[in-house]
């Protein structure tokens, strides 16, 4: 079953920060059509990364995007973000869960590893992303996932997000094995038109937010 705040599918933009144009940009990103954006800022400035996630959190509210804090349930429960994202490393999805209720998209990274995924998928997370799938800029040494892993995963019973290296013209493929959710950092927001970057990787779900051209 898919949680009730998830799009049925779509462009997963994840922001790239800090950056000093942020919030211009994850609105360019939002207008392009991005179904999901995630706040990602491995920083520790407590003070600007919680008023970046409330100003981030309040964009996507009104342009009807789920907004996800990266790998801080703390900043998600502040911030009052309606999913969090967890990786290997950070918080378990049990003391996620007990902090952020059953209200809160709680989704998690699987890497390349089926048996990570059910375990997460039977443990109630609500997405399960996989991946690198191609060649990362954003992460050169990541693990590497294929096609075989998603057509495994779509019998989990819960919605796929792949990552890593994805770009509008190796996409097809993610969506046609079951991927949800395309998760891409640099193709977005690394492009001198952000906006319209997000539109190429939206027009490939025509059941997503696809804002015309």
Request: a neutral charge.
């Amino acid at each position: 079953m898919r949680h009730p705040l998830l799009p049925a599918g779509g462009l997963y933009a994840i922001t790239d920060g800090p950056r000093s144009d942020l919030l211009d940009a994850a609105a360019a990103a939002l207008r392009g059509g991005a179904a999901l954006l995630q706040y990602r800022d491995k920083t520790k400035n407590v003070a600007r990364r919680l008023a970046e996630a409330r100003a981030l959190a309040a964009l996507c509210d009104e342009a009807g995007a789920l907004f996800v804090v990266n790998d801080d349930v703390e900043l998600a429960l502040t911030c009052g973000a309606r999913a969090v994202h967890l990786g290997e490393s950070d918080a378990d999805l049990a003391t996620a869960r007990r902090r952020l209720g059953n209200e809160v998209v709680i989704g998690v990274s699987c890497y390349d590893s089926l048996d990570r995924a059910r375990r997460l998928a039977a443990a109630g997370a609500d997405y399960l992303a996989f991946g690198a799938f191609f060649s990362s800029p954003t992460k050169p040494q990541a693990r590497r996932a294929d096609l075989d892993l998603l057509r495994a995963g779509t019998g989990l019973g819960v919605p796929l997000v792949a990552i890593g290296g994805i770009r509008p013209d190796n996409a097809a493929p993610l969506i046609e094995a079951g991927a949800n959710y395309l998760a891409v950092i640099s193709e977005v927001f690394g492009q001198p038109d952000i906006g319209a970057a997000a539109r190429r990787f939206a027009s490939l779900f025509p059941a997503s937010r696809n804002p015309p051209a």
